[in-house]
């Protein structure tokens, strides 16, 4: 099996995530293990400011977003060359709560050779570097979710 | 001169109240004197340039850097997507 | 949230595994996060003895399997009360390389409060206590598939 | 006597050549002794009976355990599922 045969998959999308569609897609004859995580739209939030949300309306910079997602499977790919299959799709739009709205997925032959350690520094990276922005709106009014993390040059 | 777009996200756009502008800019303009001239020519901007992010070409840039012919300019605060 | 409302979902069998579904019953108006995991069949093996498999024909003791899932999802919550959701699935029969065979999902408020560990923790365990086994067909013939763990008192 | 319902799985019933057997073991029979019995009851099972998990109404059971009336036994090689 040839890295060159490994799947990449990045997309920012107005489209429900299919979860069984993508695992699919990057399991391979040689996969025999994935981790998949997904995020999804919180209705109640009881850490921190404890709030409701009715929903939330997320944007991205498209191109450049799917540039920074291959960039986070590049990066994986370097720190676990066991990885098989990648894929990393954020949804954008007008999300309401339970809703998936990213997915970061990595398989490998096995689950002991670092793919959920894989699958979490996805979803790390991801709220780092690849420009998506959410707004979220509730009962008291609109308000921009902040992001606190600054990338460095060459980031 | 050289000829520049710029594209604005989230709350920076909200203050802009463009999606994007094109302009003309010295040659030997860098991202610092780009905010500076923003925060000028745009003054609800002038208190998001403290904070905000800045590519060149889709990628991140930082004060230093010189901003060349036909670049796409994006700006934005950090990301908070997932 | 009481926890009497969160939803442990568990089962073994013959149908094929559908992630969307199993997620969105996991998921409440509280969840932000979910951490899955999912072991699929393995045609091409490169690790220790290097072969081929065509197939696997999986077995359980089905009612003492099922109540092994519900031990292990409560394990998980004793040691992770954050996880919301608990999903826990091995299908049987003959299973084909590529196809997911066994699924286990936990749906947390945030990603960083263990999530990924407790679906870690939980796939350990369905392999050393869940009673299910795999045969395995290739061009060499029919094996077993030893597993090696053995059961403690109170397992 | 007892009387028990015994299933077997995998390499076990392989060797058993059945599924599923009952029979009547005496009151006081504990799981060690059951092991014996099958021993040489059923030579086949013999080989099988060091390394065999054992489990009395689908709880894993212990060579001290007496096997209670009515008891469903499992009997198979330590699991390999997943």
Not at chain 1, 118 to 147: F, M, N, Q, S
Not at chain 2, 64 to 79: C, K, L, Q
Request: hydrophobic share 40%.
């Amino acid at each position: 099996m040839e890295p060159f045969n490994f799947p990449t998959i990045f997309s920012v999308t107005e489209s429900e995530i299919d979860l069984n569609d993508l695992l699919a897609k990057i399991t391979l004859t040689t996969t025999g293990a994935a981790a998949i995580f997904t995020g999804m739209v919180r209705g109640e939030t009881n850490r921190g400011d404890a709030h409701i949300t009715d929903y939330l309306e997320y944007e991205a910079y498209i191109p450049m977003a799917e540039e920074k997602m291959k960039q986070v499977a590049d990066e994986i790919r370097a720190k676990w060359p066991i990885v098989e299959g990648i894929a990393i799709v954020q949804r954008i739009g007008k999300l309401y709560p339970k809703t998936p709205t990213t997915l970061i997925a990595c398989t490998a032959a096995h689950r002991d050779t670092g793919v959920f350690d894989a699958a979490r520094y996805g979803i790390d990276r991801l709220k780092e570097i690849v420009p998506v922005w959410k707004k979220e709106i509730g009962p008291d009014g609109t308000e921009w979710v902040e992001g606190d993390y600054i990338p460095k040059p060459g980031e | 001169m050289n000829h520049i777009k710029l594209l604005f996200f989230a709350t920076i756009r909200d203050r802009a109240g463009v999606k994007s502008l094109e302009m003309d800019i010295p040659v030997d303009m860098t991202i610092e004197d780009l905010k500076d001239k923003l925060s000028i020519d745009y003054p609800n901007l002038k208190e998001s340039m403290k904070s905000v992010l800045m590519t060149i070409n889709r990628e991140y840039a930082f004060d230093e850097a010189v901003v060349p012919s036909n670049a796409e300019i994006g700006m934005f605060p950090p990301v908070s997507g997932g």
